[in-house]
């Protein structure tokens, strides 16, 4: 074993490829061997072949220094959708979406012309990613280049493979949030320049949803999004029927809400919807067509009152989706709280989600959707050693229950009904453990 090396011994589940069919394409080791080398994934095999390889002179090497997990290793969770700055006022009382924006939203969101502040916003935004288990974002931050400067430069600092953008606002918004056509171009442009593709850093192009931005300012989302093909595209998409009226009469021209960003070169791979309760067909086909990203937020869609997510009707249409925590409007950061609130939308349509496609759409499922499979999602040798250790007996409730379990899909629907940020053992990143609880 070299110094950079480690081995790690334990339960191992992860889903090694795209799948229709999580609850049959998984890979689950009960006693199985990760090894990671230089912040990647070098090999996974079962234990005793693994062991059973060696000469005694290798095993002599590798015993004393392997590591023994307790728990359930996972890849790393991913939230492909959430607000950094909005950390701050979770858990705002009483309104539905535009409201929500001007009484809660927006004013928080205006203390981040400050670098200070939103340095130490981002430094702990990011400590609270990796408590609660998840190790890659999709990040929305403010209008402001101060919020990515500082949301990149904590990411940096734990060697993170983090997404994040600068809000596009130019119009219907409080005046200290707005920035204009060119100046949101401009910014952006520099921000993509300095931060895209640098170590693991990731850039979003961010127009924050079609009724802030004017047709200019998406014209010129547009062009960036032309003159930078592998960044990234985030906003929101028929949230609230509310907001899908406003857009009607802001874009009367447009055939419905995902026109407007179509008209302007915002619909393609790697560009990310958040939401999307209230498609319509012709939607619908423009998404599969382009291979553009959904993204169900469980939690947000509830507090709101937004609706309920369709979730069969998109993947039976073949769109990619992923499951989010939309903080602040979601109520957690929690991956497996806002799995448990997918299953409950989904039971009040009458249908059922199995726990291994939940974790499937916050892992592999959702590394899918952002086009990055090849770097996170799962276990595979060779892609980045972002995982997690999971404790099962971390809640007397839910390890009173798991011992019941007659199988792991059983054990799995338990914890994520259960389970909440106090069953992450252990998050590592680049194959470093940045977050334990004991």
Known sequence: MTMTQSIH???????????????????????????????????????????????????????????????????????????????????????????????????????????????????????????????????????????????????????ARMICGKVMMDRNCPDNLKDTAESGYAQTRQLIEQWHKQGRSLYAITPRFAPTSSPEQLKKAGQLAKQHPDTFIQTHLSENIQEIEWVKSLYPESPDYLGVYEKYDLVRERALFGHCIHLESREYQVLKREQAGIIFCPTSN????????????????????????DVGAGTSLSLLTNQAEAYKILQLQKQNLNPLEALYLCTQGAAD???????????????????????????????????????LTEKLFALMILGDDRVIRRTYVHGQCIYTRE
């Open 302 to 325: 509830l507090f709101i009152g937004s609706g309920l997510f369709p979730y069969f009707d998109v993947k039976d249409k073949n769109i990619p989706v992923a499951i989010a925590s």
């Open 9 to 159: 011994r334990g339960e191992i589940l992860h889903f090694p490829a795209t799948t229709s069919n999580p609850e049959q394409n998984h890979e689950y080791l009960q006693d199985g061997i990760l090894i990671t080398e230089n912040g990647l994934i070098t090999a996974l095999a079962d234990a005793q072949t693994f062991l059973n390889s060696l000469s005694e002179q290798e095993l002599s090497h590798v015993l004393p220094g392997m590591i023994h997990h307790k728990g359930l290793l996972i890849p790393g969770m991913i939230d492909s959708h959430v607000h950094y700055p909005q950390m701050e006022m979770i858990a705002s009382y009483g309104t539905q979406l535009l409201d929500w924006l001007n009484e809660y939203t927006f004013p928080a969101e205006a203390k981040f012309c400050n670098s200070e502040y939103a340095a130490k916003q981002a430094k702990q935004f990011i400590e609270q990613l990796f408590a609660h288990g998840t190790t890659t974002a999709s990040v929305f931050a403010t209008v402001h280049p101060e919020s990515v400067n500082a949301f990149f430069s904590a990411a940096e600092a734990c060697q």
């Open 369 to 407: 959707t952002m086009r990055l499979s090849d770097k996170i999602g799962n276990l595979n040798p060779g892609t980045e050693a972002d995982f997690v250790e999971l404790d099962f007996s971390a809640l007397p409730m839910l390890s009173q229950r798991t011992k019941q379990a007659k199988s």
